[in-house]
């Protein structure tokens, strides 16, 4: 599956699949969120470590690491600078990326990525930059002009929606012959300005988010999807052009809505609720693996759709949301555990210190949980 990315970028070595980056952000803990005072259980232990208390025996932890750990007192500022900014320049040259929060319900995806008026997050501040390095661009008179465009959409029941365009219906997703994805019919309006975008977005989020309490199933079981688009022109002849797009994503709940009791965490009967996240999922691990097999793209729309902007030439990021308290432990594990073992994969070992598993191959998710879940019994 050679998913070449940019046109007009001569992407040599199309074949080459990129790792998607996971970093982990805690939230800090909540009384509210604790009705029985039992306290955190799960600490940080550094820039890529954290520590989780194990269900089975409170006397061990289980340790994971990550690309980046981001403690419950990191700012949004850190946020994005760590994990976003560095991807930014790459869609001024005609290449793509994506950032995603993935996570519980509550755990802080969306302050993450949509933040609030007195604490920006990723979305705010990613879209200042790209118009700011659009900006210093221009005044160097390159030859090159640029123009920034965005787009706002949905997925729902496997379903597209055009988020600027409220009451269309399900839109197709569809390729074109150098590869890249494209919806046709789906709204895109130009941006001028950071002002520009603040105008359009605002009002188109808040409709989504304002309802959006643990109560509404749309917003918590929804991708919402902001597409940034920045095409590059030469102003003279040959007239090449470069179009780079970000994606950012604040995904669905990872929450296993069907667990009944606090056993049986299965990413995978979560994903038979929501298919894009679960095809996510197994297309991160397969990213992260090498890619020998099939990456499973075309499995659920969301996937589909980031086809071009995930693996391949892109550059992607995940930020997995995670939150305190004991109430969100199995969720919590279930969020470390797929987090954690798309690193495994890649050579990096899944460094959990109270407990011996050495075994990791496909359909292992399983047999982890209960190595995790039975240790020390
Ligand atoms: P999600 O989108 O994953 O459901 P939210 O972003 O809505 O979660 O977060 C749940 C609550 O926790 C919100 O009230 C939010 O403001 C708060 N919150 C989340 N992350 C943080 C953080 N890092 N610092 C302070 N408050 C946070
Ligand atoms: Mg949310």
Known sequence: MAHRVAVNDGAAGSKRTSRV?????????????????????????????LEIINWRNATETLQYQFDVFHGEQTTQQEVFLTSVKPILPHILNGQNASVFAYGPTGAGKTHTMLGSQEQPGVIPRAVKEVFKLVDAQE???????????????????????????????????????????????????????????????IPASLNRTTASTKLNQRSSRSHAILLIKVVKSQRGPPHRQQTGKLYLVDLAGSEDNRRTGNQGIRLKESGAINLSLFT?????????????????????KLTRLLQDSLGGSAHSVMITNIAPEYIYYFDTFSALNFAAKSKQIVNRPFVRETVLAPTIAPGKRAREEQEAGGSGE
């Not at 982990?24 to 259980?41: H, I, N």
């Not at 999922?281 to 075309?298: E, F, I, Q, T």
């Open 139 to 201: 005044k160097e008179q390159d030859g090159w002009e640029y123009s920034v465009g965005m787009s706002y959409l949905e997925i729902y029941n496997e379903k597209v929606l055009d988020l600027l365009s409220p009451g269309s219906q399900d839109l197709p997703i569809r390729e074109d012959k150098d590869r890249n994805i494209l919806i046709p019919g789906l709204t895109h309006t130009p941006l001028l300005s950071f002002t520009d975008f603040d105008t359009h977005f």
């Open 21 to 49: 980056r996971v970093a982990v952000r805690l939230r800090p803990y909540m009384d509210k969120q604790d009705e029985k005072g039992e306290g955190p259980c799960v600490r940080g232990l550094g820039p890529q470590k």
């Open 280 to 300: 996510l999922s197994k297309v991160v691990d397969a990213l992260n693996a090498g890619a020998v097999g099939r990456v499973p793209y075309r499995d659920s």
